[in-house]
């Protein structure tokens, strides 16, 4: 329900369509069968997460834009793009659980595989829509020029992938960081009305592990305004 949250809350700061519908649907899975709820969550947020990206590609520049959203081993340069602010974010938020004291291997909705960090996997979905914003802006002045091709091989098959050049990589990464760095309002734990976004994501990892742990009786994920 968090990533569907942020995600509307990207779509609104946008003016792009706002699927209410499924974020509903979230709301009233009432499952006790543990196995089958993670089914119904995973589809869900799949029919949300192909409606969110139709949407926000629209405002990418039209000769950038895919036809759908592709994660690991990606094609073209914008899926690659996205690809690799998520990676930044997965390690601020790798980061974040280990300082809590939390497993990042044991999660809930992605199964627990040799070499997955599934808590990590699931953390990260909280704060996406502020990669996707970053992404946004980053990419307006973009064009095809400023993307290189590389031949890869994979699963013994080669192909081209397109990359943003090494500058515009550097680039991305310090204004990312940079992004991450700067104050929302979001009360802090102890005191205050805003604090940067990479401290909220430390500050959650803490509370969820209070929780885990049974240190306090719930925890609701603080969503921040992109």
Same mark, same amino acid.
């Given at each position: 329900v968090g990533k569907i949250e942020g995600q509307n809350l990207l779509l609104n700061k946008y003016g792009l369509e706002?699927?209410?519908?499924?974020?509903?649907?979230?709301?009233?899975?009432?499952e006790s069968d543990l196995k089958r709820l993670r089914s119904w969550l995973l589809q869900l947020e799949g029919k949300h997460g192909d409606h969110y990206f139709r949407q926000i590609f629209q405002l990418f520049p039209q000769k950038l834009r895919p036809t759908n959203r592709v994660g690991l081993r990606a094609y073209d340069g914008l899926n690659n793009t996205f690809n690799l602010a998520y990676a930044l974010l997965f390690w601020k938020c790798y980061r974040a659980l280990?300082?809590?004291?939390? $497993?990042?291997?044991?999660?809930?909705?992605?199964?627990? @595989?040799?070499? !997955?960090?599934?808590?990590?996997c699931e953390f990260v979905e909280l704060y996406r829509h502020l990669a996707d914003d970053f992404v946004i802006?980053?990419?307006?002045?973009?064009?095809?020029?400023?993307?290189?091709?590389?031949?890869?091989?994979?699963?013994?098959?080669?192909?081209?992938?397109?990359y943003l050049n090494r500058s515009l990589t550097n680039d991305l990464t310090n204004k990312l960081h940079d992004y991450f760095r700067r104050e929302v309002r979001v009360p802090r734990i102890k005191r205050g009305e805003k604090q940067?976004?990479?401290?909220?994501?430390? $500050?959650?990892?803490?509370?969820?592990?209070?929780?885990? @742990?049974?240190? !306090?009786?719930s925890w609701i994920p603080r969503i921040a305004i992109p």
């Open positions: 706002v699927n209410q519908f499924l974020g509903r649907m979230v709301d009233a899975v009432r280990v300082k809590a004291h939390l $497993e990042p291997y044991l999660g809930f909705l992605h199964s627990v @595989r040799f070499g !997955r960090p599934s808590l990590v802006q980053f990419c307006q002045g973009l064009k095809p020029k400023d993307f290189i091709a590389k031949t890869e091989t994979f699963n013994n098959k080669k192909g081209k992938r397109i940067e976004l990479e401290t909220l994501i430390n $500050e959650e990892a803490m509370l969820l592990g209070r929780y885990l @742990r049974n240190e !306090r009786e």
